[in-house]
């Protein structure tokens, strides 16, 4: 039996095999959760419209804004993307009536939690486009975009696997004095 497709919404991603390099050149990596009805079909008016934007998001289609818990927003800055974007309906024509209100307020939310665990706050953003708005769709990822250059590169992870490194050689260290 399949899983639903929305399934990995209420039990978390499966980011396995997921590797976020930082190559010389540095470019932002952007994860984009796009509501399915208004911003996912922005997207794809600006795909189809040819509309040039930056190729550093990667997107994830959600049922509602709503539905992008705050941990999976933190997860997605562990696994080493730069920034997350999440884009919605417009306040008041979400298809779940209050959805994008939720949204609005979860992000508010979690953008003081980053902040207080040391991460900026301006690696999450939010916006509204709605399904006739390619183009502004493609000025919403080109402004996240050069945001995120101008915070720099997610350091979470390098002191993270620097911390790790430390761990691992203090353990040898004493497992070799025990010896």
């Known amino acids: 039996m399949l899983p639903h497709p929305y399934a990995t919404m209420t039990n978390g991603f499966?980011?396995?095999g997921v590797k976020m390099?930082?190559?010389?050149?540095?470019?932002?990596?952007?994860?984009?959760?796009?509501c399915r009805w208004c911003s996912y079909a922005g997207a794809d008016l600006a795909g189809?419209?040819?509309?040039?934007?930056?190729?550093?998001i990667r997107i994830i289609k959600v049922p509602c804004?709503?539905?992008?818990d705050s941990l999976l927003i933190i997860k997605a800055l562990r696994l080493g993307f730069d920034g997350v974007l999440v884009s919605g309906c417009h306040p008041g024509e979400c298809h779940y009536q209050t959805g994008n209100y939720r949204a609005r307020r979860r992000i508010a939310?979690?953008?003081?939690?980053?902040?207080?665990l040391g991460i900026e706050p301006q690696r999450l953003q939010a916006s509204w486009v709605s399904?006739?708005?390619?183009?502004k769709f493609t000025k919403v990822v080109t402004d996240v975009t050069q945001g995120l250059k101008e915070v720099g590169p997610n350091q979470l992870f390098e002191r993270k696997r620097d911390g790790a490194k430390a761990?691992?050689?203090?353990?040898g260290t004493a497992r070799a004095r025990q010896g």
Do not use: C, D, H
Request: hydrophobic share 25%.
């Open 14 to 16: 499966n980011y396995q």
């Open 21 to 34: 390099k930082q190559a010389s050149g540095w470019e932002p990596k952007l994860l984009g959760f796009l």
């Open 48 to 56: 189809t419209s040819r509309k040039k934007y930056p190729a550093n």
């Open 65 to 68: 804004s709503s539905r992008v």
């Open 109 to 116: 939310i979690t953008k003081k939690y980053l902040e207080y």
């Open 131 to 135: 399904a006739s708005e390619g183009g």
């Open 167 to 171: 761990k691992a050689g203090s353990k």
